[in-house]
């Protein structure tokens, strides 16, 4: 998934770096603060999504997002188009408490699906 950096200035998507190693806007010239990833649960993420709705579909957790192409209307970890499933590495790599939990879990009960997800 690409990282998308919104400018605080005007609000745009399209930046580039400069000659000091800066991240612009390329409308406005203003300073593009660095993308953070972050671990989320998608609970948490669907409170917050401007594209969620909640349906009939898929135990109410609806989506409405048009690139959502995999699961189109519904919102699940594999098919979000503003975050992506956490896995292992991901966890390891963010939050290295959650991840021994993860495997513990995984070690005791074979495979799981993750409800976390890393959100650029």
């Not at 690409?2 to 609000?11: E, L, N, Q």
């Not at 993420?45 to 997002?65: D, I, P, Q, R, S």
């Not at 499933?85 to 790599?93: N, P």
Request: net charge negative; hydrophobic share 30%; proline share 7%.
């Amino acid at each position: 998934m690409a990282v998308k950096r919104i400018c605080p200035g005007c609000g745009e998507e399209r930046w580039s770096e400069d000659a000091e190693g800066i991240w612009r806007c390329v409308e406005c010239g203003a300073e593009i603060p660095p993308a953070v990833e972050k671990l989320i649960s998608i609970n948490i993420l669907a409170n917050k999504c401007g594209f969620f709705e909640c349906g009939k579909l898929n135990n109410g957790y609806g989506c409405t997002n048009p690139e959502n192409t995999e699961a189109p209307g519904c919102c699940h970890t594999f098919a979000c188009p503003v975050a992506y499933e956490a896995g292992y590495d991901d966890m390891l790599r963010l939050d290295p408490d959650l991840a021994e939990e993860y495997r513990d879990e995984h070690e005791r009960n074979g495979f799981i699906e993750s409800d976390w997800m890393v959100q650029p």
